[in-house]
């Protein structure tokens, strides 16, 4: 009875047009004052250890390593190199493209921030050689989900704080789907591209791919800093996050001086700006969270899915399903931070791989956000490229279809999330 009196009145807030952050606060306190006799002092007291924890300071200096980047010329750099590896490829700005969001992902965590990085410098470029809009919209709308999937990735992070999962080990578990996903995006494109005859560019030369590489290779170390130090031991991924921060802000306004010191006040109160929003929803979803097992609401989900003899494939194919819903009326941080918690215990009696799980969810945050009406993906791609949503809808249904074909193997083929990590020894 808990449980519907809880989302009943989260979700009649929520079709207020009420955001989800105040929503899932309206609802705790409701509750709370109405049907509890949980005393004050303890909902203040799990407010201020809910945000305690060190993971959570990854997710703004993650945020701020992303825009140094996107605003001091790293993303330019990495399509020339991109484009010179790949460009006489059929569609080859198009594979450029997904290559680019891959690069550009390892160094970012966010997968906005990779559309806007990428795709305002690669969209125009694509329809100026004689791409379709439609057909380059699709590419970077759909690639730059990669974002949360290549390491680092502040989604995971939000899953290792909802679900007290090794960052580290969920870092080294997306490495092998991001780049399977980049692979069958690629694939989407090339095929694409060669079916309807999209031009190709000019071969280039060894020479000119050097170049290219030296001149991206300040933003492709970055990649080396924070995934190295991160299995040598030299830093937590917090740790890595502060020293991606650092590092990219000696990169943009130093090394490439695309970024004059003036401003780096805008990119730093952007920055701050955005982690306060992200802070507040992870505020209010741990007091979700913590209403939740106090009515003791996910041990009865579990125990009353297992009474139903619901195995662990029914089980998958469930929570794919419900995530995918979600993410039409969700945004990715919010579903993580409400989901987890609630799917979590039942994933576990189920036998169901903590990290395995968590690249599940992730892979079903990146088709939520590239498909409307939601999306955020869609709405940064429909800014840079003056789409409707309608139109843009209509030209990533190619590549959306590849994701939900790679979500049921990411699903079902756990050796693909857990190899990795077992193999650098941070599993069992």
């Not at 992303?66 to 605003?71: E, I, K, Q, V």
């Not at 306060?276 to 913590?290: D, G, H, R």
């Not at 939520?368 to 800014?383: D, I, Q």
């Amino acid at each position: 009875m808990s449980a519907l009196i809880i989302f009943g009145l989260l979700l009649a807030l929520m079709l207020t047009g009420m955001p989800i952050s105040i929503s899932l606060g309206l609802t705790v306190l409701t509750f709370l004052f109405t049907m509890t006799t949980v005393p004050i002092e303890s909902v203040a007291l799990k407010l201020f250890t809910g945000i305690e924890k060190f993971e959570i300071m990854a997710i703004p200096f993650f945020i701020l390593a992303g825009n140094f980047l996107t605003h001091g010329g790293v993303a330019r750099r990495m399509i020339n190199f991109a484009t010179s590896m790949v460009g006489h490829w059929y569609g080859g700005l198009g594979l450029a493209g997904v290559m680019a969001c891959a690069l550009f992902a390892a160094v970012s965590g966010s997968s906005p921030a990779t559309v806007v990085a990428i795709g305002s410098i690669l969209l125009p470029a694509m329809v100026k050689a004689g791409f379709p809009k439609r057909f380059g919209a699709g590419v970077i709308t759909t690639s730059g989900a990669l974002g949360i999937l290549i390491p680092p990735s502040i989604v995971m992070v939000m899953y290792s704080v909802a679900t007290n999962t090794s960052v580290g080990a969920l870092f080294m578990a997306g490495v092998v789907p991001g780049l399977m996903l980049a692979g069958f995006l690629g694939f989407t494109t090339w095929y694409r591209a060669r079916k309807f005859g999209y031009p190709r560019q000019a071969k280039a030369s060894w020479r000119e791919r050097f170049k290219a590489f030296r001149e991206s290779m300040w933003g492709l170390f970055l990649i080396i800093v924070v995934m190295g130090g991160i299995y040598t031991g030299m830093f937590t991924p917090t740790e890595a996050a502060a020293m991606s921060a650092v590092y990219a802000f000696i990169v943009a306004v130093f090394v490439y001086r695309d970024m004059p010191l003036a401003g780096v006040r805008k990119v730093l109160l952007d920055s701050a700006n955005m982690s306060a929003m992200l802070l507040y929803i992870i505020t209010n979803a741990v007091l979700f969270s913590f209403i939740m097992t106090n009515e003791n609401i996910p041990q009865q989900l579990a125990d009353w899915l297992l009474a139903q003899g619901l195995g662990p494939i029914a089980f998958l194919l469930a929570v794919n399903v419900l995530l995918l819903v979600a993410g039409n009326v969700m945004e990715p941080s919010s579903i993580v931070l409400i989901m987890a918690p609630i799917l979590f215990p039942v994933a576990a009696k189920l036998g169901i791989h903590p990290v395995h799980f968590g690249i599940l969810m992730t892979v079903n945050m990146e088709v939520g956000m590239c498909h409307p009406p939601v999306g955020l993906n869609m709405y940064v791609a429909s800014g840079i490229t003056k789409m409707g949503i309608t139109e843009l809808t209509v030209a990533v249904w190619p590549w959306l279809l590849t994701m939900l074909i790679f979500l049921g193997l990411v699903t079902y083929v756990p050796t693909l999330s857990l190899w990795f990590p077992r193999v650098l020894g941070m599993l069992q």
